[in-house]
């Protein structure tokens, strides 16, 4: 198990560097100037504040140039510095926790949302049930998912009131409920198709045939060998499904207006603020790769016949 724990690491360094480059290169090679775009559009820089500016972030050099002194502060701590002046760690460090909970608020809905319905359905195959949740899902997978939210503020916050539309200030978790259930959408119904298909195929197993031949009631036959081995291969995906709604924040928060790691890069991305949006980038394409390897070593948990070695 260490030396597999290890063997990922290693394996890992090199794809966070190859993530980096991309995210800097897409940045830095978006049409427009940062330093005019930190001016504002109606208003002129004189030339010594100008330079002095492109000397502070290194805009005069050679793109690779850039990308390695950017590497280098890396390697100490040293993420940057916004073009508003103001240290990168300093603002994920102020914008993480919001990111953290609308993500494990989001990531929560669509676990118990989509293991539920797809296990309804797939132990009720044809029935009322299996049938409203390959509709639903479908329904669901046809609308883009800011559409769903900017609905959902406008009936379930502005006309019945029943959840905040924008904004923290009503705190965890009343104000992220609303986020969460439009994020959670992002992956519920790949969830609840996998869990489906995975709880047929093991209804149709020997090994299920076999405990119910020697008399096991049929709700410890469910429990203990079919949802059991149906959830191996949902973990997987909820694990994957983790990072990419990390990455479906970057909407979310700025359609809520919630501060957080993805309003950061939503606000920096017109603002051609490129420290920010590498260095949260960066933060994420981490974050992603360690959950990645904490679902691998949950397999050996949850299948011992699996090994990691």
Do not use: C
């Not at 010594?48 to 805009?59: D, G, I, K």
């Not at 005069?60 to 850039?66: G, K, S, T």
């Not at 017109?270 to 990645?292: A, C, M, Y």
């Amino acid at each position: 198990m260490g030396r597999y724990v290890l063997r990922r690491l290693l394996v890992a360094v090199p794809v966070l560097l190859g993530t980096t480059f991309i995210i800097y290169m897409a940045v830095y090679a978006l049409p427009g100037d940062p330093i005019q775009a930190l001016a504002g559009p109606n208003r002129v820089l004189s030339p010594s504040v100008e330079q002095a500016l492109r000397e502070q972030y290194h805009l005069d050099e050679p793109l690779l140039v850039r990308y390695g002194l950017y590497l280098a502060g890396l390697l100490t701590g040293d993420l940057g510095t916004s073009l508003t002046g103001r240290p990168v760690s300093e603002i994920i460090g102020a914008s993480w926790p919001i990111t953290v909970q609308l993500g494990v608020t989001a990531w929560l809905f669509m676990a118990v949302m989509g293991v539920l319905l797809g296990a309804a359905a797939g132990l009720r195959r044809g029935g009322p049930a299996d049938v409203a949740v390959l509709g639903g899902t479908t329904l669901i997978m046809g609308v883009p998912f800011f559409v769903v939210a900017y609905v959902a503020q406008i009936v379930l916050g502005v006309n019945l009131g029943w959840l905040p539309v924008s904004g923290t200030e009503a705190g965890w978790p009343l104000a992220y409920v609303l986020p969460g259930l439009v994020l959670a959408l992002y992956g519920l119904p790949q969830v609840a198709r996998l869990t489906r298909t995975s709880v047929l195929d093991n209804l149709a197993a020997d090994h299920v045939g076999t405990a119910t031949a020697k008399g096991l009631p049929r709700r410890a036959v469910v429990i203990r060998h079919v949802l059991r081995n149906s959830l191996i291969p949902v973990v997987s995906l909820l694990g994957v499904s983790l990072g990419y709604l990390l990455s479906g924040t970057v909407l979310i928060e700025g359609i809520f207006n919630l501060p957080g790691l993805g309003y950061q890069i939503f606000t920096a991305i017109p603002q051609h603020d490129g420290p920010v949006v590498v260095g949260v980038g960066t933060l994420l394409v981490l974050v992603f790769l360690l959950v990645n390897l904490m679902v691998d070593l949950l397999y050996g948990i949850l299948d011992p016949r699996i090994r990691l070695d």
